[in-house]
Each structure stands twice: as C-alpha cells, then as structure tokens.
C-alpha cells in the first residue's frame, strides 16, 4: 500500500507512461471534455483541488521542461494569482500562447487531469524534460 506521494492510481498509471517531450494537461473545472483523451477527474467542489494543488503534488516526482499556458491567463487574472502561478511554475520556462493554439496541444498529451480550479483561464500543459 502506498503511504506517500500520489496516492491515486489512475495519475501513477497517467504519470508512469509520461517519457521525454510527452505531456500532461492540468485544467480547471470549465475545460472542454476530449473524448480521445484519457481523462481523470479530480473535482469535488470549487477549487477542491486546483490545479496549483495538483502541480505541487505531482512536482516532486515529475521532471517539468516547461509550461504552456493561454495568454488570456494574464488578461483575466489579478497580480496575485498571476504570483502564486509564477512561484509554482519557477525552474521551467513557461510559454504563453493564444487560447485556441493552447487547445491544440491538448490532443497530443498522455492525459488529462480535471481539477476543480475556478480561476480563469488556468489550465497548464507540463512538458516532461
């Protein structure tokens, strides 16, 4: 039995089969369902968890080459937020590109994870290193 780190298995099985360049999307609550996408979702109630949550869950274990994020992230959001996602994120570049490219991204990744984030627009691809 596991005592510590991600106690989930469906994100052990989405994490162990993540190899250099693959990625993982992190979305918030509103994100768009992909069928082809094998998805596991978190959410319980608003932002339990966020995606910042499961960030610093998975860190630890997970080799982050960089983050892409949607430019509108930075539209919509007040200083404050735009901190805590800048101090999660630090040690790997993040990316900012246009909302519909973001999308784009979404269908090569290994997986998706849903959390319940309410912040707008916060959803992050890590790349593996």
């Not at 693959?22 to 608003?46: C, K």
């Not at 892409?68 to 937020?81: D, I, L, T």
Request: with cysteine; net charge neutral; aromatic share 10%.
């Amino acid at each position: 039995m596991l005592k510590s780190g991600i106690l989930n298995p469906q994100i052990n099985s989405l994490l162990c089969r993540v190899r250099h360049t693959n990625t993982l999307v992190i979305a918030d609550r509103g994100f768009p369902y992909w069928p082809a996408l094998e998805t596991v979702d978190l959410s319980l109630v608003d932002d339990i968890p966020t995606v910042l949550d499961v960030v610093q869950a998975i860190r630890p274990n997970f080799t982050i080459g960089r983050f892409f994020m949607a430019e509108e992230f930075r539209v919509h959001n007040p200083p404050a937020v735009m901190d805590r996602f800048a101090r999660a994120t630090a040690g790997a570049p993040t990316v900012f590109e246009p909302h519909i490219d973001f999308k784009k991204r979404v269908r090569f990744a290994i997986g998706l994870i849903r959390t319940a984030d309410t912040i707008p627009y916060s959803n992050l691809i890590l790349e593996s290193a």
